[in-house]
């Protein structure tokens, strides 16, 4: 008797989330069928299949399900946001394109403002199984790795602004990756977690190094997705600089999926709908809102400056920061606004996050000088 073929379920990449969209899969005997990660074919294959204004991450998803269509992959699956943001659209636009390029592969959509149940729907549709039990512990896992995976994120940052070997923390991630990606239960993957912090410990630093601290913030696609910014946190740790990233994958999931009884703490909207009231009264759509509450937060912990990444063309980043300058009254903190499209040159993307470092670096000395002829 032949064993039946499992089902292959691909997602588009952003950053390490397929690893905790693959530990729910495979955690309920599907088989996640992860695309190569985004490179220039990838961009090349989602551009020419797209109208020319849309934005660098829809062109980039549509080039992800091209290469996993092509490598065999049952269906792909396709994220959905509800309200303003042309995010909500995306999927009708990515479904038609590949049915005019004759792929027969099935599009299917997880709603995560449905929070549990949307993810629940998610996995009852494409496996065909009703499990209450297996379906929570695997949401519950893979939860938990978005978790993880920031954990380790905010380390390698650390770790990287003050580095004695330069590329040795990021080296060090990338193995201890490995233990996460292995682990399949909730108490495998706390071992798996102190394995990976030990073993990125183990990088040698200067902790007496000046390094400077800059919150990422923007588009959260932009922010999370390595090969869209450029891998910004990496060029900005290797001129010292520490990035603590203001979206992730773990906060959105904070705002969207986990229930209020489970929230420990204020989160990145809450705060965005208490901080930003003063420049921004409503949601705009997109991250527009957290974007311009992320400006004041940074402002109050004293941070050296803010970077903000957007895709051109996305309306919510193009008002977010034309009300940046309306906020310099209240808040002094240098802001650099990038925006990223498949044009953008790698030259000049360096040459002014080189240009902002100098910038907070003097007026960082600056002030420690100013404060020294105070005391």
């Known amino acids: 008797m032949t064993e039946k073929k499992k089902i292959k379920v691909a997602f588009p990449h952003m950053g390490t989330i397929y690893i905790a969209w693959s530990a729910i899969l495979n955690k309920i005997g599907i088989e996640a069928y992860v695309p190569p990660y985004t490179s220039k074919k990838t961009l090349s294959l989602g551009t020419k ?20 269509i092509e490598g065999g992959t049952d269906y792909v699956a396709m994220i959905t946001s509800p309200g303003i943001c042309r995010l909500g659209e995306y999927g009708g636009c990515i479904d038609s394109a590949l049915k005019d390029m004759g792929y ?39 939860i938990r790795k978005v978790f993880v995976l920031d954990r380790m994120e905010s380390r390698l940052s650390y770790l990287r602004a003050r580095e004695i070997k330069s590329g040795e923390a990021e080296k060090l991630y990338n193995r201890a990756l490995k233990f ?8 495998a993957l706390q071992k798996a977690e102190k394995e990976a912090l ?15 601290r800059v919150d990422l913030t923007g588009e959260i696609y932009i922010v999370c997705d390595e090969f869209s910014n450029q891998n910004i946190m990496r ?22 999926i986990i229930p209020k009884a489970f929230k420990k703490e204020e989160t990145h909207l809450e705060r965005a709908e208490k901080l930003a009231k003063p420049y921004l009264m409503r949601d705009i759509g997109g991250d527009a809102l957290e974007c311009v509450s992320d400006v004041v937060y940074a402002e109050q912990r004293g941070i050296d400056g803010i970077i903000h990444v957007s895709p051109f063309t996305c309306m919510p980043e193009i008002m977010s ?55």
């Open 321 to 375: 920061q034309n009300i940046f300058p309306a906020m310099r009254e209240d808040c002094d903190i240098p802001i650099l606004p990038l925006i990223m499209d498949e044009q953008t040159g790698k030259a000049g993307y360096i040459t002014r996050l080189e240009a902002f470092v100098d910038l907070m670096r003097r007026k960082k000395r600056k002030l420690a000088m100013a404060n020294q002829k105070k005391d």
């Open 180 to 187: 996460i990606k292995d682990a399949n239960s909730t108490r």
């Open 104 to 142: 027969e592969t099935k599009y299917i959509e997880m709603r995560l403002y449905d929070g549990i149940k949307g993810m629940y729907d998610f996995l009852k549709r494409v496996s065909g199984k009703n499990d209450p039990v297996l379906f929570l512990r695997a949401i519950n896992l893979g």
């Open 235 to 256: 060029e900005l740790g290797k001129m010292g600089v520490e990035v603590r990233k203001s979206l992730t994958v773990g906060s959105f999931l904070r705002d969207a």
């Open 49 to 68: 299949h797209s109208p020319e204004a849309i934005c660098l991450p829809y062109k980039l998803i549509l080039g992800n399900f091209i290469e996993a």
């Open 198 to 212: 030990a073993l990125m410990n183990q990088c040698q630093i200067d902790e007496k190094r000046e390094v400077l």
